[in-house]
T-cell receptor
Framework: AQKVTQAQTEISVVEKEDVTLDCVYETRDTTYYLFWYKQPPSGELVFLIRRNSFDEQNEISGRYSWNFQKSTSSFNFTITASQVVDSAVYFC???????????FGGGTRLMVKP | GAGVSQSPRYKVAKRGQDVALRCDPISGHVSLFWYQQALGQGPEFLTYFQNEAQLDKSGLPSDRFFAERPEGSVSTLKIQRTQQEDSAVYLCASSASRWRGANTEAFFGQGTRLTVV
């Protein structure tokens, strides 16, 4: 069975603070993909990143960075110098090679206050 | 089109009414997914199409839910005899991936918020 856990349901920070969103996953597959999506109030899910299970290199994209650790089955997401526009619900998701659907975590609501 | 388009954006249905939700995927995308997102939760998979073939419908919660994609582009999710527990946002996504092929990202529409009263 596949499972994604986002233990933080809600995080509130002040603008310019750094914030890390946690994601822990469970899968028996050796080949799988991990994703982060952002869901602003408008509702659509915006793709942020995809990682495959064979690539444990950390990735940085502007103020965003991701830390993938297979040893702890975690794929954490850090926003550096947060901004009010980062306020949204963030979802971590897992896709395994046997199927194409995504298994989502419950989401973390991030509120960045000015 | 430029993105995934869903209509209507909002739908209020009386309990027992049938509803039809439409999804226009990104042009040329082979794969199409439907997800159900209850309030405050993550989306949950309903069904998957590769072109016009429905390859996975394991997530459909009951036989009142039916989806089709007859020409391999536009898809319709139909819910018969709606119940209050069907109230949720229904998200459609499309991707260029094929079944069990190299996995690319899925692009999501804004969803249809269904409220059953």
């Amino acid at each position: 069975a596949q499972k994604v856990t986002q233990a933080q349901t809600e995080i509130s920070v002040v603008e310019k603070e750094d914030v890390t969103l946690d994601c822990v996953y469970e899968t028996r597959d050796t080949t799988y993909y991990l994703f982060w999506y952002k869901q602003p109030p408008s509702g659509e899910l915006v793709f942020l990143i995809r990682r495959n299970s064979f690539d444990e290199q950390n990735e940085i994209s502007g103020r965003y960075s991701w830390n993938f650790q297979k040893s702890t089955s975690s794929f954490n997401f850090t926003i550096t110098a947060s901004q009010v526009v980062d306020s949204a619900v963030y979802f971590c998701a897992l896709n395994y090679n046997a199927g194409n659907m995504l298994t989502f975590g419950g989401g973390t609501r991030l509120m960045v206050k000015p | 089109g430029a993105g995934v388009s869903q209509s209507p954006r909002y739908k209020v249905a009386k309990r027992g009414q049938d509803v039809a939700l439409r999804c226009d995927p990104i042009s040329g995308h082979v794969s199409l997914f439907w997800y159900q997102q209850a309030l405050g939760q993550g989306p949950e998979f309903l069904t998957y199409f590769q072109n016009e073939a429905q390859l996975d419908k394991s997530g459909l919660p009951s036989d009142r839910f039916f989806a089709e994609r007859p020409e391999g582009s536009v898809s319709t999710l139909k819910i018969q005899r709606t119940q209050q527990e069907d109230s949720a946002v229904y998200l459609c996504a499309s991707s260029a991936s094929r079944w069990r092929g190299a996995n690319t990202e899925a692009f999501f529409g804004q969803g249809t918020r269904l409220t059953v009263v």
